[in-house]
């Protein structure tokens, strides 16, 4: 899922970022490259810390969504890539029914990409929820 981040910095401080989508959530850096680092890590770390208080994940909105909000106006946006599948989520083995031909289209991206099947369909729909709210 990809989360959007406001990247501030005032006079004398270091690059702070802000992830609306996650009340509570920010980050720091040097530099705008280790504020968008940072703040993927503390973005993994607060859902973690969601995931293990049974808390409820937000979803990631779109940054039109936040970018006239006077309190971000002066901020340059970025989006982070939270990877959900690295995240202590307890897994459940399922059944499912798919045609064939989509199966080892299924396998054959995944095995391209380093993922398995289990892997790519857990993202493929985490992310079509995320895009569908």
């Known amino acids: 899922m990809r989360y959007p981040v406001v990247i501030h910095k005032d006079p004398n ?3 702070g970022v802000t992830i609306p989508d996650l009340p509570g959530c ?9 504020a968008i680092n940072m703040a993927q890590e503390a973005a993994e770390c607060h859902i973690e810390g969601l995931l293990i208080d049974s808390e ?11 970018k006239d909000d006077p309190i971000f106006k002066e901020g ?11 995240l202590s989520l307890k897994s459940k083995r399922i059944n ?19 993922s398995s099947r289990s892997g790519l369909l857990s993202q493929a729909v ?6 569908h709210q």
């Open 96 to 114: 499912i029914t798919m045609p064939e031909r989509l199966i080892k289209t299924v396998d054959q991206y995944a095995k391209r990409y380093g």
């Open 26 to 34: 920010f980050s720091a850096g040097s530099t705008i490259e280790e």
């Open 56 to 66: 409820p994940i937000p979803m990631p909105s779109d940054i039109e969504v936040h």
């Open 13 to 15: 401080s270091d690059f």
């Open 76 to 86: 340059i946006w970025a989006l982070v890539e939270v990877d959900m599948s690295k």
């Open 126 to 131: 985490t992310e079509y929820m995320a895009s």
